[in-house]
């Protein structure tokens, strides 16, 4: 099987409200998934439901061959298979996340020491390995707050990869960065994408979008409306909403 | 200097109407006060009782001849205190000949050896732990171990004659820093047992901090003195050590909603980024959540300290002498009926410097703190 997420009428409610509705989607191995939508529209939500950061009630999520517990299992804990899951799965968010009490070389070795297990000089040396490939080795010993938050979100990137994941979620890595650090972040994953990682990337950058990825995905109100290639989303979209929304964002 | 404290004196005390009427009232009064203490501070007070009595206040009533055991003690709590202080706040050598002048100022007034020499030794000792931990970063590592060391060592040494002799300001400190190391990590596994999910836990955590902290504490201390042989006769544990138990129960619960608080401010976005990346929930508190919430608590975690700090004098109701109750027994003498106010001001001066010392190492630890993270 070559998909890697695989999700079949999965559901999700925040107490009474329906936030994911009847959401099929598969993700191809070395996919690169952009998903569009309006604010409030389920995107988020959708992608955290693939690390299991939030929990979905109904239907079906496979993520790299594990099945993601529903809510009800997972309360009576069903936390193996999530473990295996975020293994896997790495994540970058829209507000960077590091931890602001450990140097930079600690925030990306921290995970692989605790969770692989592996040595303080192995983890080390990959860490240099990716910093180098961010561009970040000189700030190796410094503190997060002490960054730019265009190469913050670049450690981020990196911390994720040192797990060495099969799949990356983005959520919105751009969005909370000054308008001259965008271009260092979407550089960094344009070489991430050639390189052949499976990634779902949450993003209001359309150029990128369009220039990266494989296929996007358009959600409304919590529902798949249109999904297919860039190129044919952009030009020609066939769903009302997705026009409109489209009209939108492409005006500015 | 003398135009701007002129400035600075008509700008704060004269400024307003209001601040000149106050200043009117307040200045004089004070001035009187200043003077009338000093007056009597150097004419009339008889200080030689302090003097007399300066072992027994700092250790109780040790036997005169086992005195040597309660000044290594004090020693060995000197140089951890001051080892720990040399971790966020480098020795300079001014600080050591400050230090100095307590032995110095001694010698002078008592004209003896007899409490000149254990105060250069402690002094010495303090100095000598904090230069190390300044100086030998590597130092810093073994610590808690030397710490914890040096307390066995303080126990064994101070045992022999009796734990029930244990007291003066001695015993506060050793109650003060058991307790407060004793119940920093209660308090932080009832912070998180106050937020578990399992519903049993939380409820007694729940319960354990609330009930603590409305009841006061010298009842806690002494339904436990009176208790712990009740249940466990066969313990027969000394009364300083019940006293600790007293405390440290109590205080736990304190330090518990402190880290609680604490907990709160972490973002949980950080729990987020660490579960994002594998972390066990085991090692997300421990090595994320706790450190960064611990940081926010310092000032009140130290606050706390100085609480036990002063709430100490409580144990006479279980039949302890502490550093006030030590003064309290010199003034019962009646030949020393006259000297109430020199004893309880030198009480007041101690207590008040003291306080300020843990005051201001807690502002030093919170801008080593704060350099960490930036
Ligand atoms: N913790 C929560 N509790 C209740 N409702 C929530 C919660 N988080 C999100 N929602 C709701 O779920 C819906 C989807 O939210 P989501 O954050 O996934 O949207 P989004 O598409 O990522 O929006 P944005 O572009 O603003 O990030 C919204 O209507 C939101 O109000
Ligand atoms: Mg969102």
Request: with cysteine; charged share 15%; net charge neutral.
């Amino acid at each position: 099987m070559n998909a890697i997420v695989e999700m079949k009428s999965m559901n999700k409610f925040y107490g009474t409200h329906h936030v994911l509705k009847d959401i099929d989607l598969a993700v191809t191995r070395g996919e690169v998934m952009v998903i569009l939508g309006a604010s409030g529209s389920g995107k988020s939500t959708l992608i955290r439901c693939v690390n299991g950061l939030e929990m979905y009630q109904h239907g079906r999520l496979v993520v790299d061959g594990f099945e993601m517990p529903v809510e009800a299992d997972r309360r009576l804990g069903g936390e193996r298979e999530l473990a295996q899951i975020r293994k896997g799965v790495g994540m970058v968010f829209q507000q960077f996340g590091l931890f602001p009490h450990k140097t930079v070389l600690d925030n990306i070795t921290i995970a692989p020491m605790r969770v692989r297990k592996k040595s303080r000089e192995e983890a080390e040396a990959t860490a240099m390995k990716l910093l180098d490939r961010v561009g970040l080795r000189a700030h190796a010993n410094k503190y997060p707050g002490q960054l730019s938050g265009g190469q913050q979100q670049r450690v981020a990137i990196a911390r994720s990869l040192a797990m060495e994941p099969h799949l990356m979620l983005f959520d919105e890595p751009t969005s909370a960065l000054d308008p001259e650090m965008v271009g260092e972040v979407l550089d960094v994953m344009r070489e991430l994408a050639s390189s052949g990682m499976t990634m779902m990337v949450v993003t209001h950058e359309m150029g990128f979008a369009r220039e990266v990825a494989d296929r996007v995905v358009y959600i409304d109100q919590g529902s798949i409306l249109e999904i297919g290639k860039p190129d044919e989303f952009f030009d020609n979209p066939k769903n009302d909403r997705a026009r409109s929304f489209l009209a939108r964002v492409l005006k500015h | 200097m003398i135009a701007t404290s002129i400035k600075w004196t008509r700008h704060n005390l004269f400024g307003k109407p209001l601040d000149v009427v106050l200043s009117l009232l307040v200045i004089p009064g004070v001035l009187w006060l200043a003077y009338t203490i000093t007056d009597w501070a150097f004419a009339s007070a008889k200080w030689d009782i302090v003097v007399q009595s300066l072992r027994v206040l700092m250790i109780g009533v040790f036997p005169a001849d086992q005195a040597w055991r309660a000044w290594t003690a004090s020693a060995i709590i000197g140089a951890i205190l001051g080892a720990g202080l040399g971790c966020v706040f480098c020795f300079k050598p001014h600080h050591g000949l400050v230090l100095l002048l307590v032995p110095v100022l001694l010698l002078i007034v008592d004209g003896g050896l007899e409490n000149a020499l254990p105060a250069t030794g402690i002094i010495a000792s303090t100095i000598l732990g904090w230069a190390l931990t300044s100086y030998v970063p590597l130092t810093r590592k073994v610590l808690p171990a030397a710490a914890f060391t040096g307390f066995i060592v303080i126990v064994a040494v101070m045992a022999p004659p009796g734990v029930g002799l244990w007291g003066g300001l001695l015993l506060s400190v050793l109650l003060t820093l058991v307790t407060s190391v004793l119940s920093l990590p209660i308090g932080i596994l009832l912070a998180f047992g106050r937020q578990s999910r399992l519903s049993s836990l939380r409820i007694i955590c729940t319960w354990y901090i609330e009930v603590m902290r409305s009841v006061p504490l010298i009842l806690v201390v002494y339904w436990i003195w009176i208790l712990m042989p009740v249940l466990e006769p066969q313990w027969g544990l000394a009364d300083v050590a019940r006293g600790m138990i007293g405390f440290t129960i109590f205080y736990s619960a304190y330090v518990a909603e402190y880290v609680r608080s604490g907990l709160q401010a972490v973002p949980r976005a950080q729990t987020e980024a660490a579960r994002s990346l594998g972390m066990s929930e085991f090692d997300i508190n421990r090595s994320i959540v706790l450190p960064q919430a611990l940081r926010v608590v310092v000032a009140p975690l130290v606050g706390n300290v100085l609480d036990i700090f002063n709430s100490a004098p409580l144990v006479f109701i279980i039949g302890l002498t502490d550093f006030l109750r030590a003064g309290q027994m010199i003034l019962a003498n009646p030949q020393y009926g006259d000297r109430t106010f020199e004893v309880l001001s030198f009480l007041l001066v101690t207590y008040f410097v003291i306080g300020s010392m843990i005051t201001y190492a807690a502002r030093k630890l919170e801008d080593h703190m704060a350099t960490g993270t930036r």
